[in-house]
């Protein structure tokens, strides 16, 4: 079943059988190593000493007693030289293979199921066999039946793939002792050619895919069809063996059922065996459901094998078990299980290597490139979200979480730690998830292998050096303070989702473009609810919390000598400050309970990382829960949380008349605090957070895409110099103000292990080629040199946009879906400016040379008119007192647009007559210029009259002329064109058309249907 399984395995026959030639050919052995059967050239291994014997002995004799001298001189071989050779190696083994029996226990604990009752009848049953030169194999399949099957209404259908050895005499001998039909065939044709050819020539209500080398040990074909009552399961499998004879793992588990991982290198869905191969030997219990079982024994109904067109004839030998399992659930629904009590031996270790080894890697590499067209997106997608849903069908792993913190040491005085700490007991508590944490204190790169999930606490945490991080990876940002310095880490704008601990938060990165989810921080209901009062913390009143050089309001507004009664201050920093007579010192996280349950009033000072943006901090919801009643300087989160619940204060004598108040009245104390707690409970443990998060999670999986946006700029340095790149900014922001997560890879990164991750990408195609990979949906935004991408690079996507009217129509014979979306405008960017500051120019060009002598630049300086340019490479090609500046900030261009007298602009000729329009006239109209152009297909379509065009250099003077002498008259008609193309042209109306087109592909590629 598994490519690189079956790879090594043939790998390893293939070194066996060259070390046994080239012992054949060696000088004579030394005594230690004489020989032990006389003639024969030289020791080999036990296995091949075994075998070398059983080749000499005539076919009905290798199961006979005969064959006991073999037995024989292995044990003779084993007392002479030693133990045999130690187990090879477990291969193709998934990330964190060591948890995989920890793992396989919890999930088969979930998911298992009784076996269903005994059939009342038979249903007839035709068992498919392929054969190839396997007598040996048929002889024990069909001895094995004989003992051991005794179902009825059991067919055997055989198609040989024309052998050569005695395996048609074999059948002939068995044919008047099984119900058995034969399909001869001249050459070895595909095993799904074969099978399917086997199920049209059988009536048999149910079809058993069986392999030729199975050996039957118990009852099996009746046991697997009672689960076929169930009408939701569609394919059915059973535990294989190893044979006592395979190396490594002698009667070990082969085959308990398929599952897949990302295999980071290969950028692949990699289907893998529960086998003793991956430190899986034991077999479970009852029945349970599965991505998918081997096609080496499994049983389904005939009419659903037929209704999904039987196996897939693209796959040769491999994949078309996974194939086959996958549909059945896709197109009807039904439901692939494992019968682990049901046991069969696999004797695939006899199977002969007859491919050549280039021809064997280029066969599975097709059928890889056959699943994965087939079934990655799904894969890929379903991986995730049955993580999150806690399924865990095509995965044993859990969900893996890692939480970064300051540090990740009991005892730590950094409260992040603490936090991601409940938070991660709450969702393991939940069932499906582990966690790990990930210290910032270190150095970098950072290691982040095997999480599924990142989430972020600290603001520092440097994305740009992870190291090992999974390609699917979600990196969450959890700002619960320093929320404007979050923002300027230049790493901000890769993570995936942002939680903040606040509404305004919410509001503030809303404003940015960004949208956040509201994820505060809590509480741990038990843990704190737990505290008991103790006469070394007993105090009227305390604050808990450091004094790390920053002024606390705490400090002007509390007077301990004014108020009386018992305070008590807790933490670090406050040895040399006024109120250090009241200091007790630092208390440990785990005591912070019982400090709470001795204190009848808690203080809450929100200082100046969350008091300005309605944080609540941790202190206010673990008061409260061990009993002691909050006040806090933090009004506005004390009302998005509490509502008028909470008591607030601002100034000095409010915070003093409430402590005296709940200080002198005890009952209206307790009141106050059970009223808060009802809130608390309700809404504020952990437990609610770790809902509050799966649901984010789940939400994003499901509402949101993940986003690559493919831009052919050859490197970070470069890129602010192409238009491409502010082209893929302004489109990012729009996905953004969506919720989507957005990537964009430059040149050097298009194929690297993140696009595993990707639901979209969006190749903005200029002067490179992208290869689409067919996990993801891929969408080509031709906007520039549409000479250079030829009719097979457009059908290789799955719907392409061209940026011209005209050449849509021109494209509408390709079998793939073209539609014109034209160049665009990001309207917070440009815009009439009338206050900017930019320098005003009677004549402005803005681009790149492109190191080429640019026609309209080469008219105007014919012209005489008086020319400013601003863009790179233009040294030596046109005077020096024109080039104002190699680059102009797209943040101030509009002004430079705006202020201008005209704005010149000039197309690519491959474009201007295919009507792609250039980009740069939609900013410049956008920002109110006054603009001439040379012409272009399609122009008066997009812009009115707003834009002129010339054909001469004296056509070009007049109408610049024209344009100064009444700027009034254009201007008013420029910014009549501007309000036009800010409302239909922009990245705003772009993004919905490409998430309308991206979401629908989505869907029918997960349903199959694409």
Known sequence: MDDREEEA????????????????????????????????????????????????????????????????????????????????????LPPDAEDGPRWRAQVLAQNSRAPQPPLTHSPSVAALILNRNGAHHLRQLFASLVAHEPYPALELV?????????????????????????????????????????ARATEAELLLLLNNDLIWTEVVVARLAAELADPQVGLVG???????????????????????????????????????????????????PFLAVTAALALCRRADYLAVGGLDEAYFYGYEDVDLALRLADHLGKQTVMHHEVRAIHDESATQVKDPGQALRQRRERNRQRLDQQHGLRLRR?????????????????????????????????????????????????????????AQRGPAPYQVAGYDVLIVMIDGYDLSKLEGAEPGLLKVAWLRNWFDRWTTRPWFDRYDVL????????????????????????????????????????????????????????????????????????????KDHPLAPYHRGFVAYDRLPDVYASTKITIDDANHVTKPWASVNSRVFDALAAGSLVLSNGVEGAKEVFGEALPTFETKAELTTLLRRYLDDEPARRAKVAELQVILQREHGYQHRAQTVRA??????????????????????????????????????????????????????????????????????????????????????????????????????????VASRPYARQLSHLSVPVEPLLQCTDETLFFPDPGSTAPAHPLLFVGNSRRHRRPIIEDALAAGLPL?????????????????????????????????????????????????????????????????????????????????????????KAKVEAAWREPERYRTRALEASARIRKDHTFEARAETILTVGRSLLEQKERGTR
Not at 516 to 541: C, H, N
Not at 754 to 771: F, H, K, N, Q
Not at 884 to 893: Q, R
Request: charged residues 25%.
């Open 868 to 956: 400013s340019v601003y863009g790179g490479l233009w040294e030596g090609l046109i005077p020096a007192e024109t080039w104002k500046s190699p680059h102009v900030e797209n943040t101030e261009l509009r002004g430079y647009y705006g202020r201008a007298g005209v704005v010149l602009n000039d197309h690519w000729a491959a474009m201007r007559g295919l009507g792609f329009v250039s980009n740069r006239l939609f900013d410049a109209i956008a920002a109110g210029a006054i603009v001439i152009s040379d012409p272009a297909a399609g122009l008066s379509e997009i812009f009115g009259d707003a834009v002129e065009t010339y054909e001469t250099v004296a056509e070009l």
């Open 499 to 574: 939680w903040v601990s606040s509404q305004k938060a919410a509001a503030h990165l809303l404003a940015q473009g960004r949208v956040p989810e509201v994820v505060r921080i809590g509480t741990a209901l038990s843990r704190f609810g737990a505290g008991r009062a103790d006469p070394a913390f007993a105090a009227d009143y305390a604050f808990t919390g450091s004094h790390w050089g920053a002024p606390r309001e705490l400090e002007q507004l509390l007077d301990p000598g004014a108020v009386g009664g018992r305070f008590a201050l807790y933490g670090e920093g406050w």
């Open 382 to 438: 379903r991986l995730f979200r049955e993580k999150l849903e806690g399924t865990r069908l095509a995965s044993d792993a859990p969900l893996s979480i890692g939480l970064v913190v300051t540090e990740a040491t009991p005892g730590t005085a950094a409260g992040d730690y603490y936090t991601a700490k409940e938070l991660g007991e709450a969702l393991v508590a939940g069932g499906g998830v582990e966690i790990g944490f990930v």
């Open 696 to 801: 984010n999670l789940r939400r994003f999986t499901e509402d949101r895409l993940r986003i690559a946006i493919k831009v052919p700029a050859p490197s970070p340095k470069v890129a602010k110099d192409w238009g491409d790149y502010h082209y893929a900014l302004a489109l990012r922001r729009a996905f953004w103000r969506r919720g989507h997560a957005v990537r964009i890879d430059l040149l050097p990164d298009w194929h690297g292990p993140a696009v595993l991750g990707d639901d979209l990408v969006l190749v903005l195609r200029g002067l490179s080629a992208y290869r689409p990979d067919p996990k993801q949906v891929n969408l080509l935004w031709n906007i520039s040199h549409p000479e250079q991408v030829s009719p097979a690079e457009y059908q290789s996507y799955d719907q392409v946009f």
């Open 158 to 198: 055989v198609v040989d793939h024309g052998s050569t050895d005695d395996s048609r005499q074999v059948l002939g001998e068995w044919v008047q002792r099984l119900s058995l039909r034969t399909i001869l065939k001249d050459e070895n044709e595909s095993f799904s050619k074969s099978t399917n050819d086997a």
């Open 9 to 92: 395995r043939r790998a390893r026959y293939s070194a066996r059988h060259a070390a046994i030639e080239a012992e054949k050919a060696a000088p004579p052995p030394a005594p230690a190593t004489r020989r032990l059967l006389p003639g024969w050239p030289g020791p080999l291994s036990a296995k091949g000493l075994y075998h070398a014997i059983r080749r000499r002995l005539p076919p009905e004799l290798k199961q006979s007693r005969v064959a006991e001298p073999a037995k024989w001189a292995l044990r003779q071989y084993r007392r002479r030289f030693g133990p045999p050779k130690p187990p090879p190696p477990p291969i193709s």
């Open 238 to 288: 059973c535990t294989l063996q190893f044979p006592a004879h395979y190396p490594g793992f002698p009667n070990g588990q082969q085959h308990g059922g398929i599952k897949v991982y990302a295999d980071r290198e290969a950028q692949f869905f990699r289907p893998y065996n529960l086998s003793a191969r991956h430190h899986l030997g034991q077999a479970g219990r009852g029945v349970e």
